[in-house]
Structures are given as C-alpha cells and as structure tokens.
C-alpha cells in the first residue's frame, strides 16, 4: 500500500473532496485525522473508513484559530508524527456577481480566509514536520481558467499557489514538499453535471474529455503524497481535464 504506517490529517474532512481523500489515504494504509466543524459528517466518514478496514480519528477544528489549530497538530504530532497534510477547506465565497457591483468585503472574504486557513495549517503542521525532516502538505486550490463571476475566488487561488511555492521553498531544504491539486470541478458534485462522453471532441471545453470524479482527485491526492512523488515539489498538480492547460 503506498501510504502504510503514514499518518494524515485531511481538513475539511467533512466535504466532498476532503472525504474521498480521506478515505483513499485509508485504504492506501495510513491513519487519518479527519478535521472539520461539521462533527456528524466527519463522524459518519470515520465510520464508514473503519467498515472498510481502516482507522480515522474525528477531531472538530475551526482552522481560523491558530491555537487550536496548533493545539491539534502537536497532539497528533506527539501521538504519532505527521507524515502527510491535505487541506481541502472552502473560502466561503461570493460569487455571481461582476466585479463591478461587488462590495469589496465579500470580494476580499474568500481571500481572507483561504490564507488565513492555509497559513495556520501550514505553520502548525510544518513546525512537526521540519523538525522530524519529512512531510509532505498538499493544497486543494480552484482552476484558473477566465471565468466571469467569481468574485475573490480567482485572487483567493493565485495567492494559495504563492504560499505554497514559498512554503515549498522554506521547507524543502528540511524534507518536506509543499504542491496544490488544480481542479475545476467533478462531475459528482450538484454544480457540475459534466461533459457528455459522447460528444465530439473540441465540442466539451475539456482536452480529456472527462472531468475528475472525487475518487479520481483522491487517487492523485493519493499518489502526491506517496513516496512515489518524492520529487514533486513547488509544483501545481492539473486535475482539470485539460479545462486549464499551459
């Protein structure tokens, strides 16, 4: 198994992107810290991760207090080592709205919060993780195609890909790699139905043709954190079925 005798604490547990990689790491053999505010989501992943074998902890975390953040990172620290941090937490955005007629309140929020969340995890897991000289942080960040109407969103995702580049830096000479998952959305969730696999190519917006289901973000989530991606750092992973290509 590529992640046996690893330990994982995936925030944001409770959503839908956070639960598949929660339950990929399982089955891959790591021991997962499933972190978030919804306690009977996590709850019921944490459940459904032991019926098949595997082992999760539920811990509720509001990731905007550093105390706490901090307080929950050395206990799993001290209990075991941090091997492996996926944060897939929301920004809570404002979107649907052109720039133009947004308050620029609800334009900054989704910013706010992302590096706020990010830069507590970040902090609070990297001290663990530099100081045992391994590790490895992954970040769930949004595309970057041009796509009118999403408020802060797009400035919120520029600027996760900055501090996870300078975290890559500041971490690396320690041991620990530092890369985000870009991603454009899932078939499976209720705001994206998808392409047709039957339509002609060029006729979808997606070079793939496909766009990732959630067990696909978690496989590679999976194969990120793995000893197999050990030269993976710094580095922007495209999920995107080819909606975002370079």
């Known amino acids: 198994m590529l992640l046996e005798d ?30 978030g ?27 905007l207090d550093l105390a706490a953040v901090e307080r929950h990172a050395a206990a799993v620290a001290n209990a075991s080592g941090i091997d492996i941090c996926f944060n897939a937490t929301s920004n809570d955005d404002v ?5 133009v007629d947004m308050p620029f309140e609800d334009f900054l929020r989704p910013v706010t919060k992302a590096i ?7 902090t609070a897991v990297g001290r ?9 942080i992954l970040v769930m960040a949004g595309g970057r195609e041009a796509i009118p109407r999403l408020g ?10 900055g501090l996870c580049r300078q975290l890559a830096a500041e971490y690396g000479p320690y041991g620990v790699r530092v890369s985000w998952l870009l991603s454009s959305g899932s078939p499976d969730g209720d705001q994206h139905a998808g392409p047709d696999p039957a339509a002609a190519p060029g006729t979808t917006g997606l070079l793939a043709r496909h ?28 999920i995107t079925g080819g909606a975002v290509a370079d």
């Open 6 to 35: 690893k330990t994982a604490i995936v925030y944001g547990a409770a959503g839908a992107i956070g639960s598949a990689v929660a339950r990929g790491y399982a089955r891959e053999g790591a021991k997962v810290h499933l972190a």
């Open 37 to 63: 505010r919804t306690v009977a989501t996590l709850e019921a992943i944490a459940q459904r991760i032991h019926a098949d074998g595997g082992a999760a902890d539920v811990t509720p975390l509001d990731v």
């Open 95 to 99: 979107q649907g709205t052109p720039l």
């Open 116 to 122: 706020t969340a990010h830069f507590n995890i970040a």
């Open 128 to 136: 663990h993780m530099t100081r045992r000289g391994r590790g490895v």
């Open 152 to 161: 802060g969103s797009h400035v919120a995702w520029a600027a996760l890909a």
């Open 211 to 238: 766009q990732p289901t959630y067990d696909e973000v978690a496989n590679t989530a999976t194969f990120a954190a793995s000893d197999w991606a050990r030269t993976i750092t710094a580095s922007e992973i495209n």
